[in-house]
Structure formats: structure tokens, C-alpha cells
């Protein structure tokens, strides 16, 4: 690895390979049951590199072989290239080099130059810990609805490295709304984890270990954006007669999907059956996404309650934004006003655009495919990405590149690294509002 890659835009350039490869394998003999065109190779393994669960086939048309590689895409789309070879060489005992260090460092946001090997050997330990969990609860579920052996632990294995990467892809017809309660319950507790963030994890993990490590201020931002938005999603969906069917299974569907709307993209119910204020919610909660450092896409809910407490703090005429006690950096908080500006021009401008390229479609089909995207959910309402003509799978397929790498990576991959400022220029006010 060199240090210039991560100038040069290591990660959008890492993710864009993965997925070249991916396209070459999901063309080789014996890897899928019906004709894949290579357009329909490229879309399949950007949805699975980029973890977001949109297909133009299903995944059950794959021969094993076939969902053997989507599955690997999954998994290594989940670490990253630059991640997974740092982490076979701490393996491996050779340890990273100076360069190798500040590549990953870089990569993690600046988390701690010091423990950059200390967080990888963490998120190593804790994703494969979690999906063997994960795969080994779930495999009397699978069996209990009468799968045989071999399946069963096909499924679990699949269902567990799907839910945990938050990549909204499985191998059944029915997708997870047949695998049944149990099954389910179990996905959700891993797609959670996932959402979380390493971030948040790691902190957990250091506070167990050490009970005088304090718990940093991202990692409760993110929990308390979670509890919020978990609650006031499940609430809202709840009472929008989600579904009509019995106030105990609703809620629980309501539950599920208001953490799968922002992360995995699995859903218990047929979306296409929603009312338009449900699918208008859920549009919402996967521009969302979920937190930094996980496998899921959106704005990041560090990024939301960032500009939040942006706007508080200037209506409360304050000169800075302040949360728990703490300055948040004038620099963090216009990226994450641009950041969510980015994202919206990208949703308004993609939806329009989809709506051009697929008339056929309406305008909350459209708007809800291109938000499915950008938030690396995968969520379907109605089974539209399979109708989409070549426009429409390419623009939903740069929709996924950029909702996993974001799209502030990739324009800093065209632009360039950031530049210190070398002049300070007078200041003069500016008449707004």
C-alpha cells in the first residue's frame, strides 16, 4: 500500500476494482441459472461490493457457485480491500509499516494513529465472532421450518454475513420474510451491530476491558440518533397502519423495518403494499443511513444531529455548536452541511433523472429507488429495479457507488486533498435569510 492511494482517492479506487472483479467473476460458466448480460453482472456485484441489496434478478437464480461469490463480494465489500490486506499482514505477525499506518489512519477519519492496529485487530475479531454467532442461532431456525441439513446451514451462513454487513441480500425466494420470527429477531440483532459503527463498538469493547475508559462523544451521539430514530420510526410506521393485519405482528414489522430502512434493507412485509406516507417515511430514514464506521450508507446519524445542533445553536444566537459539553470543529460541521446538501442535489437530481430514463415509473417509485441507492438499503417497493431500462441501471448503479464510498469521497478523488489555508481575508457580513 502507498500513502499517495489514499491522496488519490483510496477508496472510491479500491471499491471501483473490487467491482470489476466481482463483474468478471459473475460472468464466468455455472454462476448463474438464467442469462446475465454484463450490465446485469456490473449491477449485481456493485449492490453487493457496496452492500446495498438492489437486484435485476434474484438472488435465488444464482447456482451455488454463484451466491458462493456473492457472498465473498459481500464480505470483502465490508472491510475494503485496503482494510482486509492490513489486517492479513497483522495476521500474518509482519505488522504495518509508517505508510501502511497513516493509510488506514486516513482511511478511519484520524480515529487514533496509536491504536490504528488495535482497531483493526477489533473489527477482524468482532465481524467474523458475531456472523459465526450470528449463523450458528440462526441454523434451528432454518431447520425448524424444514430445510435440509446442508441448506439450512447455507442459509444461516449467508442470512447472518448478509444481516451483519448490512448488505439486504439472501439467497430465498421469499427473502426473509419467510424464514419466520426466530430467524428474523436474530437478523435484526445483527444488522443492528452492524449499523452501529467499529467506532462504537470498539468503544464498548475498551470500556468492558478498562472501566476507567471513558466513552467518546461520537459514540454517544450515535447511540442516542439510534434510540431516536428506532423509536419515533417504529412509532410512526406503527400508527401509519403499516400494516392491518394485527397490532402484535405490525409492530414488530414496524420495529424491523425502522432499523432495516437505515441499514440492511431486509423487510417482513411486501413494500409494495404501503401506504405513500410509509414509503415517504421510509425515503427519510434511508437518506438517513446509519452511523460512521459501519456497513451502512445514508448521511451518517452523526451528520444529522450535527447539523441539528447547528441549527439550535443559531437560533439560540450562539457563535458555536456545542453538544454535551463540547465544541464541535468549525470544519466538521460544514462538512456535514455539505455533505447533506450533496446528498439531497444527488436524490432530487436522480430521482428526476430516473423518471426520465423510466416513464413507466411514478415519481415516489423513482425517488424511492434512487433514496434505496443512496442509502445502501436495498429496499424494493414493488419490484422496480428489474423493470429499469440500461439509463436507469446505470445511474442506479453510480447511486450505490456513491452511497457507500460518499459522495464527498468521490469528489475529493476529482478535486483533490484538502489544502491548508494560507491567507485569512477580512471579514464582511452578508445579508441572508
Given at each position: 500500500?502507498?500513502?499517495?492511494?489514499?491522496?488519490?482517492?483510496?477508496?472510491?479506487?479500491?471499491?471501483?476494482?473490487?467491482?470489476?472483479?466481482?463483474?468478471?467473476?459473475?460472468?464466468?460458466?455455472?454462476?448463474?441459472?438464467?442469462?446475465?448480460?454484463?450490465l446485469d453482472a456490473l449491477f449485481t456485484a456493485t449492490s453487493a461490493v457496496?452492500?446495498?441489496?438492489?437486484?435485476?434478478?434474484?438472488?435465488?437464480?444464482?447456482?451455488?457457485?454463484?451466491?458462493?461469490?456473492?457472498?465473498?463480494?459481500?464480505?470483502?465489500?465490508?472491510?475494503?480491500?485496503?482494510?482486509?490486506?492490513?489486517?492479513?499482514?497483522?495476521?500474518?505477525?509482519?505488522?504495518?509499516?509508517?505508510?501502511?499506518?497513516?493509510?488506514?489512519?486516513?482511511?478511519?477519519?484520524?480515529?487514533?494513529?496509536?491504536?490504528?492496529?488495535?482497531?483493526?485487530?477489533?473489527?477482524?475479531?468482532?465481524?467474523?465472532?458475531?456472523?459465526?454467532?450470528?449463523?450458528?442461532?440462526?441454523?434451528?431456525?432454518?431447520?425448524?421450518?424444514?430445510?435440509?441439513?446442508?441448506?439450512?446451514?447455507?442459509?444461516?451462513?449467508?442470512?447472518?454475513?448478509?444481516?451483519?454487513?448490512?448488505?439486504?441480500?439472501?439467497?430465498?425466494?421469499?427473502?426473509?420474510?419467510?424464514?419466520?420470527?426466530?430467524?428474523?429477531?436474530?437478523?435484526?440483532?445483527?444488522?443492528?451491530?452492524?449499523?452501529?459503527?467499529?467506532?462504537?463498538?470498539?468503544?464498548?469493547?475498551?470500556?468492558?476491558?478498562?472501566?476507567?475508559?471513558?466513552?467518546?462523544?461520537?459514540?454517544?451521539?450515535?447511540?442516542?440518533?439510534?434510540?431516536?430514530?428506532?423509536?419515533?420510526?417504529?412509532?410512526?410506521?406503527?400508527?401509519?397502519?403499516?400494516?392491518?393485519?394485527?397490532?402484535?405482528?405490525?409492530?414488530?414489522?414496524?420495529?424491523?423495518?425502522?432499523?432495516?430502512?437505515?441499514?440492511?434493507?431486509?423487510?417482513?412485509?411486501?413494500?409494495?403494499?404501503?401506504?405513500?406516507?410509509?414509503?415517504?417515511?421510509?425515503?427519510?430514514?434511508?437518506?438517513?443511513?446509519?452511523?460512521?464506521?459501519?456497513?451502512?450508507?445514508?448521511?451518517?446519524?452523526?451528520?444529522?444531529?450535527?447539523?441539528?445542533?447547528?441549527?439550535?445553536?443559531?437560533?439560540?444566537?450562539?457563535?458555536?455548536?456545542?453538544?454535551?459539553?463540547?465544541?464541535?470543529?468549525?470544519?466538521?460541521?460544514?462538512?456535514?452541511?455539505?455533505?447533506?446538501?450533496?446528498?439531497?442535489?444527488?436524490?432530487?437530481?436522480?430521482?428526476?433523472?430516473?423518471?426520465?430514463?423510466?416513464?413507466?415509473?411514478?415519481?415516489?417509485?423513482?425517488?424511492?429507488?434512487?433514496?434505496?441507492?443512496?442509502?445502501?438499503?436495498?429496499?424494493?417497493?414493488?419490484?422496480?429495479t428489474p423493470k429499469l431500462n440500461a439509463g436507469g441501471k446505470l445511474l442506479?448503479?453510480?447511486?450505490?457507488?456513491?452511497?457507500?464510498?460518499?459522495?464527498?469521497?468521490?469528489?475529493?478523488?476529482?478535486?483533490?486533498?484538502?489544502?491548508?489555508?494560507?491567507?485569512h481575508y477580512p471579514e464582511e457580513r452578508i445579508i441572508v435569510g
Amino acid at each position: 500500500m502507498q500513502l499517495n492511494l489514499i491522496k488519490k482517492g483510496g477508496l472510491p479506487v479500491s471499491f471501483a476494482i473490487l467491482i470489476a472483479i466481482g463483474t468478471l467473476l459473475l460472468q464466468l460458466p455455472g454462476v448463474c441459472k438464467v442469462e446475465l448480460s454484463w450490465l446485469d453482472a456490473l449491477f449485481t456485484a456493485t449492490s453487493a461490493v457496496c452492500l446495498n441489496g438492489l437486484a435485476v434478478i434474484g438472488t435465488y437464480e444464482f447456482t451455488f457457485f454463484g451466491q458462493f461469490i456473492l457472498l465473498l463480494l459481500i464480505q470483502l465489500g465490508c472491510f475494503g480491500i485496503l482494510s482486509l490486506s492490513a489486517m492479513i499482514l497483522l495476521f500474518a505477525g509482519r505488522g504495518l509499516s509508517i505508510n501502511e499506518t497513516l493509510v488506514m489512519y486516513n482511511l478511519n477519519d484520524r480515529f487514533s494513529l496509536g491504536g490504528t492496529e488495535s482497531l483493526l485487530r477489533v473489527i477482524a475479531h468482532y465481524t467474523f465472532i458475531a456472523e459465526a454467532l450470528g449463523a450458528l442461532l440462526m441454523l434451528p431456525g432454518f431447520l425448524f421450518k424444514g430445510f435440509g441439513f446442508f441448506d439450512s446451514v447455507w442459509y444461516s451462513i449467508f442470512y447472518s454475513v448478509g444481516s451483519f454487513c448490512n448488505a439486504g441480500i439472501g439467497p430465498l425466494a421469499g427473502d426473509i420474510a419467510v424464514t419466520g420470527r426466530y430467524v428474523q429477531t436474530i437478523s435484526l440483532v445483527l444488522i443492528f451491530l452492524g449499523g452501529l459503527g467499529i467506532y462504537v463498538i470498539y468503544d464498548l469493547i475498551m470500556m468492558v476491558r478498562d472501566h476507567r475508559h471513558k466513552m467518546r462523544l461520537h459514540s454517544r451521539i450515535v447511540l442516542r440518533c439510534c434510540a431516536i430514530l428506532i423509536t419515533t420510526g417504529t412509532l410512526s410506521l406503527f400508527l401509519l397502519g403499516m400494516a392491518p393485519t394485527g397490532s402484535d405482528i405490525a409492530l414488530f414489522d414496524a420495529f424491523y423495518l425502522s432499523i432495516t430502512a437505515r441499514t440492511a434493507g431486509y423487510s417482513t412485509v411486501d413494500l409494495a403494499t404501503l401506504s405513500p406516507a410509509c414509503l415517504t417515511l421510509l425515503i427519510i430514514l434511508m437518506l438517513i443511513g446509519g452511523s460512521p464506521g459501519s456497513t451502512a450508507g445514508g448521511l451518517k446519524t452523526t451528520t444529522l444531529a450535527v447539523i441539528f445542533s447547528a441549527l439550535i445553536s443559531s437560533f439560540k444566537g450562539d457563535n458555536a455548536v456545542i453538544i454535551s459539553g463540547r465544541t464541535v470543529p468549525l470544519r466538521t460541521v460544514l462538512r456535514s452541511f455539505t455533505i447533506a446538501v450533496i446528498f439531497i442535489l444527488i436524490a432530487v437530481l436522480g430521482g428526476l433523472l430516473l423518471s426520465a430514463f423510466s416513464p413507466q415509473l411514478t415519481d415516489r417509485q423513482c425517488f424511492f429507488e434512487i433514496s434505496s441507492a443512496l442509502g445502501g438499503t436495498g429496499l424494493d417497493a414493488g419490484w422496480i429495479t428489474p423493470k429499469l431500462n440500461a439509463g436507469g441501471k446505470l445511474l442506479v448503479i453510480f447511486c450505490m457507488f456513491a452511497g457507500r464510498v460518499g459522495p464527498l469521497a468521490i469528489i475529493m478523488f476529482f478535486v483533490g486533498k484538502e489544502k491548508p489555508a494560507v491567507l485569512h481575508y477580512p471579514e464582511e457580513r452578508i445579508i441572508v435569510g
